[in-house]
């Protein structure tokens, strides 16, 4: 099958271009920003806390030690040994009211006498842990032990007995001290607090930060793709700014010198188009006048076939009909240039439409061979022009008839939808083999042949192109398909009333 149809490059260009979702872009980069800034503050909280705790616990435990230390070594020498159980108690007591606040609790142990500082108290902090650490070791040994909802720091020592030519020797005596750590407890609350604070206020920094580094970044991304529809519209000269020298700058001045090697590009073609179309009619227009005195010649020698010897009628009927085939061509590529250069013009009529498709089909002796179901005279009514109307049936028939099979039918009727425009609906279905998936696309196309191997046809290629353009100019549209029983079925669907058309020419 042969045809031409004319694409839109733009609507090519747009269904291509996939606008990015610059919301989500946004999103992301907000995430991300946050993210950082929350591993950021949070590791960085981490860090602090935990050098800030392990100080403020270090410097309590240190003076602790330091001051138990002390009392020990000012109250020890004033035992007598071995001591008994009253002087053991007088020497916890001593011993705890070292600390000003009052808060410390002494237990004191000698041999099998244990002795604490306030009466009858368990001493529930100490754990065997630490009482074997002091039995092994004479260091000073401490530990934090957890006892219910508070933190205690236990802290355990031998007392030295006295000065010999031994050495410092143990007395036997040992002391152990519990302090609630309240204060530290409540300078690490403090310091959690601290934290937290400064975490949301990084948080808040960062979104803030975030949304600007959006800003920035999406600017551009916006001309960009503000730039890339303008492209796809047809608008080949739309360029970016260019600031700065960045990924995003680079990106930018790349789009330019794409745009600008398109724009070059669809010129020339453009051009080598416009002079194919020029070349195209100019040489129909100067084959007219040679083709009119062949013709003429033709038509003479035809009358006097019958009288010359059988070659030569062969040959001069042969002549005859290939000049009639150029004639048509000639024509076609007239016609087809007048469209190229918008200067096709419409001659708009009120008609009778069923009418005009009977006479297209008398006209061409097809009243025969095609199945017409049209409606009754005056049934149907509109405004178009009518020897284009009879171009577009006249070419949809005879292709039906060339390439499909019979039986050929001619439909007409009314496009009847609430709220919509009144359309005219013209079908031409034939029975043959349909046309191939492959081909499909490509009917409308000028010169375009389905068989690769078929150099020649009987038409001039150009057939179904110009009744893609009359139905163009009508405001209409016409469609190829193929029918689920068999066979092809071409659609025009014509405005009945286009009150911008008028008779000085196109839309």
Do not use: C
């Not at 006209?363 to 178009?384: F, I, K, N, Q, S």
């Not at 284009?388 to 005879?398: I, M, Q, S, T």
């Not at 010169?447 to 100019?473: C, H, M, P, W």
């Amino acid at each position: 099958m042969t045809g031409s149809a004319r694409r839109s490059s733009g609507g090519s260009l747009r269904a291509r271009v996939r606008v990015p979702q610059l919301r989500g872009l946004r999103v992301r980069l907000v995430v991300a920003f946050t993210l950082v800034a929350v591993l950021t503050a949070a590791s960085t909280g981490a860090l602090t806390f935990r050098e800030a705790r392990t100080g403020v616990l270090q410097q309590s435990q240190d003076a602790v030690i330091k001051l138990l230390r002390a009392q020990v070594g000012k109250l020890a020498p004033e035992l007598d040994f071995p001591p008994g159980e009253s002087e053991l108690r007088r020497f916890a007591v001593d011993v705890a009211g070292g600390e000003p606040s009052g808060i410390w609790r002494v237990l004191v142990d000698y041999g099998d006498l244990s002795v604490t500082s306030a009466p009858d108290d368990p001493f529930e902090e100490l754990t065997p842990a630490l009482r074997s650490a002091v039995d092994t070791s004479p260091a000073t040994v401490f530990q934090r032990v957890n006892s219910g909802d508070h933190t205690a720091l236990v802290v355990g020592m031998s007392v030295a007995y006295a000065p010999s030519e031994a050495g410092t020797v143990t007395s036997g005596i040992q002391v152990f001290l519990a302090v609630p750590q309240t204060n530290e407890r409540a300078y690490v609350d403090a310091l959690v607090a601290a934290v937290e604070r400064a975490t949301v206020a990084a948080l808040a920094l960062a979104v803030l930060l975030a949304l600007l580094a959006a800003r920035g970044v999406l600017r551009p991304v916006r001309a960009l793709r503000r730039a890339t529809r303008s492209i796809a519209e047809g608008r080949l000269d739309t360029r970016l700014a260019v600031d700065g020298s960045d990924e995003l700058a680079d990106l930018s001045h790349t789009f330019n010198e794409t745009a600008a090697a398109l724009e070059e590009s669809v010129a020339e073609l453009r051009g080598m188009e416009a002079r194919a179309r020029r070349f195209a009619a100019d040489v129909s227009h100067e084959l007219r006048t040679p083709l009119a005195a062949m013709s003429a010649v033709t038509d003479v020698l035809d009358e006097d076939a019958d009288r010359l010897d059988a070659d030569t009628a062969t040959a001069v009927r042969l002549i005859s009909e290939e000049t009639v085939k150029l004639a048509r061509l000639v024509d076609d590529l007239m016609e087809i240039s007048r469209f190229d250069a918008g200067a096709a013009v419409l001659h708009l009529d009120e008609i009778d439409l069923a009418e005009s498709l009977r006479r297209t089909l008398a006209a061409r002796a097809w009243t025969d061979l095609v199945e017409a179901d049209l409606p009754p005279p005056d049934a149907l009514r509109g405004r178009v022009d009518p020897r284009r109307l009879d171009v577009v049936v006249a070419n949809l028939v005879g292709n039906a008839l060339r390439h499909g099979a019979r039986p050929v039918r001619l439909r007409l009727y009314e496009d009847e939808k609430p709220g919509a425009e009144r359309l005219a609906v013209i079908e031409v279905l034939d029975s043959g083999p349909g046309i191939p998936d492959s081909v499909l696309p490509h009917v409308f196309e000028r010169f375009y042949k389905s068989d690769a191997a078929r150099t020649r046809t009987e038409g001039s290629g150009l057939g179904l192109a110009i009744t893609t353009e009359n139905v163009r100019v009508h405001g209409g549209t016409v469609r190829a398909a193929n029918r689920p029983e068999g066979g092809a079925v071409f659609t025009v669907r014509l405005p009945l009333r286009r009150d911008e058309l008028s008779d000085e020419g196109r839309p």
